[in-house]
């Protein structure tokens, strides 16, 4: 029962759709009419302003970060039997799924990479190997935003990397495979910007200076 109660906890949590708050409480407006229509911190960003959109991108790591470490605690307490850091990975990838699927807004949510970096965070205070993916996986996700400015192509790239620095620090296998669940899953949520990168048609999140 406690880790049922956990994984539905981790789903509403996940299921808060931050961006499309925001945007009512400081805008009046439904975030989903504009921009690309995705509540996200991207769409955030460029619909209601830097400021809310980085709220909004803290917000929605946060509550990956609250799932693994909070939430898996309260878990662990009632002495389930099942690995910690199992467990924890388990309720981040359900935080995930929230955020992309909420149920506030007929399952339909953001695309799951800040989330997905909440529950790269927390894992990482609860494993040092995690720790030292998370920082290639912000390398390359840094990287390639300081070269191309659009944010879905860092997005994918990373996400894309997942399985495969699980394997190379030799995780155990669950967590592989959810790494390998949540590489897909992401990169899945984002088909409609790799449709336009295909088109050189993605938009930049912040434009080159001129010359």
Avoid at 103 to 114: D, N
Avoid at 120 to 141: F, Q, R, T, Y
Avoid at 196 to 211: G, H, V, Y
């Amino acid at each position: 029962m406690a880790l049922i109660f956990g994984i539905l906890l981790s789903y509403l949590i996940g299921s808060i759709p931050t961006a499309y708050l925001l945007g009512k409480l400081t805008k009046g407006i439904d975030i989903r009419q504009h921009g690309s229509g995705n509540v996200g911190a991207t769409n955030a960003f460029r619909v209601l302003g830097a400021p809310i959109g980085i709220t909004v991108l803290i917000l929605d790591v946060l509550k990956g970060v609250v799932c693994v470490i909070f939430i898996a605690d309260l878990i662990l307490r009632q002495r389930v039997t099942i690995d910690s850091l199992f467990l924890r990975a388990i309720l981040g990838a359900v935080a995930v799924l929230g955020h992309s699927l909420t149920l506030f807004l007929k399952f339909k949510g953001g695309k799951g990479m800040a989330t997905t970096l909440g529950v790269m965070i927390g894992l990482s205070v609860k494993s040092p190997a995690i720790g030292i993916i998370l920082m290639i996986e912000v390398l390359i996700w840094g990287a390639l935003f300081a070269m191309s400015r659009i944010v879905s192509l860092s997005s994918i790239v990373s996400a894309a990397f997942f399985p495969l620095l699980f394997i190379i620090f030799k995780q155990p296998l669950p967590l592989v495979l959810i790494g390998l669940i949540l590489s897909i899953f992401v990169i899945f949520r984002h088909k409609s910007n790799i449709y336009r990168l295909l088109r050189n048609q993605e938009p930049r999140l912040i434009s080159r200076p001129k010359a």
